[in-house]
């Protein structure tokens, strides 16, 4: 996603789910139109339509208004035009009483939009209408601007989307590779700020044992959580092992991933990822790795992964730095997790 139009016809699918429509995929060839949406007894279908220009032409609302009429629909369904430019009071009047359809300017995407979503949608159109110089130097600041927007768009929600895939993943031998390459996309997306460098299934130095996937904890990562860790369990590389058992984990998969944990190696610290609450002989286990060996293993099961990928999007939302991005930070959850394994461990 790397134009203007892409990024704005990204956004008018974005803002139906976010309104708490479902949003069809295949639109296009179903109806005709480029987006339909349901929501209850609630049907609507939508055109979308770009203009680089702030203001969109009434010379254009005269071709994109009644087209958006015309095309033939074998139900009924509220008709939407989406224009990525301001449009008159009248306008949207004349659209509605000589054609039903409703016209949708900026305006009318701002206030329809959820709070959450509205800077999304300002920081697009402010970038539309940035005013771009002929050097050089302009174009290249104007294509890295986009670049980071059309990413944060593309981003927006992506821990809702990860959580849900977790659904979709079969638990199960068969399904462990998609589980591995989907806890690899979960584990970069929550916690990249800190954890960088990341290796998906490399072989340790006797070319016999392999993890699932390791992170360098970066030293430049601002993160006091992660620093605790690195300090408290002298660890250098954080381990993912990710279990698709179709049950809960047992003891003896515990025993079996703390053998390839090294305090020497500075690699003590392993997060076992796994679809279902462990069970409780198999927290017993690992807490006894940590008493005699100095090994931590945490596990993690499917609830624990979207709880923090909920909280890793309301993050993204904030300010980076200010107390809503500190207080969203998934590795809160971690502390806790880490914080009641320790307090309940036995003697």
Request: charge should be neutral; proline fraction near 5%; aromatic fraction near 10%.
């Amino acid at each position: 996603m790397t134009t203007l139009p892409q990024i704005f016809d990204a956004l008018c699918g974005l803002l139906l789910e976010e309104m708490g429509y479902a949003v069809s995929t295949n639109a296009k060839s179903h109806t005709g139109f480029d987006r339909e949406a349901v929501k209850g007894s609630d049907r609507l279908v939508a055109e979308v339509r770009w203009t680089h220009r702030p203001m969109v032409y009434k010379r254009l609302l005269n071709q994109w208004v009644p087209t958006t009429s015309a095309l033939h629909l074998a139900e009924d369904a509220t008709r939407i035009l989406m224009v990525s430019g301001t449009v008159e009071k009248d306008d949207i009047i004349w659209a509605a009483k000589e054609f039903g359809v409703k016209l949708w300017g900026r305006k009318e995407l701002v206030k329809q939009a959820p709070r959450n979503f509205k800077p999304v949608l300002k920081q697009y159109f402010n970038l539309v209408d940035k005013e771009v110089g002929s050097t050089e130097q302009d174009s290249i600041a104007r294509r890295e601007l986009l670049e980071v927007v059309g990413s944060k768009i593309e981003e927006y929600r992506y821990g809702k989307k990860l959580g849900g895939q977790l659904y979709q993943v079969k638990r199960g031998k068969e399904a462990a590779g998609d589980y591995e390459q989907l806890c690899l996309k979960i584990t970069n997306y929550l916690f990249r700020d800190v954890l960088v460098d990341p290796q998906y299934h490399p072989y340790l130095d006797d070319d016999l044992s392999v993890l699932d996937i390791i992170f360098r904890i970066s030293p430049n990562g601002r993160n006091e959580v992660w620093k605790n860790i690195a300090r408290d369990f002298r660890t250098r590389v954080i381990v993912f092992e990710c279990k698709n058992y179709s049950g809960s984990m047992e003891p003896l998969q515990v025993y079996t991933t703390e053998r390839y944990l090294s305090l020497k190696a500075l690699r003590s610290v392993c997060f076992m990822l796994t679809r279902l609450p462990p069970k409780p002989n198999a927290v017993l286990a690992a807490q006894a790795a940590m008493r005699e060996s100095g090994k931590l293993l945490i596990i993690l099961h499917d609830d624990d992964l979207r709880q923090m990928l909920d909280t890793r999007d309301r993050q993204l939302e904030a300010e980076p730095g200010s107390p809503a991005w500190v207080e969203s930070d998934p590795t809160e959850y971690l502390d806790r997790k880490i914080y009641e394994f320790l307090a309940t461990m036995p003697r």
